[in-house]
């Protein structure tokens, strides 16, 4: 874990990876005005309840390095989303404002009430790009290598903004999701 980043590598087998991305191809794909196709998911239906197990492991490990988290109220919030970045786009590419991938700066701790319940967001890389299409968060100096199967989870405020880079010859497949606090609606 290099500054409140978590990282474990090959989470799930290349075998997996592979699957969910059939899955996502033969899905009806979500257009979305940021610049991508996703897929809605649920870890509570059967054919994502292995990811959820998987998850729970590795925000275990999270809170043991971190043990204030694990005193506090939260979950994995069942919805997420796979999704598909072309080569060349990356989020927020199609917004008027944003001319290049670091102007599409963002963090997951949103102004909607459940979005601001957020405390960690998780994602898994699906494939391996050769060139370029990490994520970086800038105020880390770090830019993440994507790798089929490798799991990170970091802080959802401020001080985790990020944006992700285009791979430039490549399709970049992964998933992403939240760990939240108990909000009256889950209570």
Known sequence: MDKYIFIKRKVLTKDSCDHLIGMFEKSELCDNIRGYKFMDANLQTLKFSFLRELLLSACAEYF???????????????DFMIKRFLSGEYYGHTFEEVSKPEDAEHMEHGSSSS??????????YLNDIKHAGGTCWPQQNFISKPRAGD????????THSHYGIPAPKENKYFMSGWCSLMGLENE
């Open 151 to 158: 799991l990170y989870i970091w802080p959802a405020g401020w």
């Open 115 to 124: 979005d601001a319940l957020r405390v960690l967001a998780w994602m898994f």
């Open 64 to 78: 043991k390095k971190h043990p204030f988290l694990s005193k506090r109220r939260m979950y994995i919030n069942p």
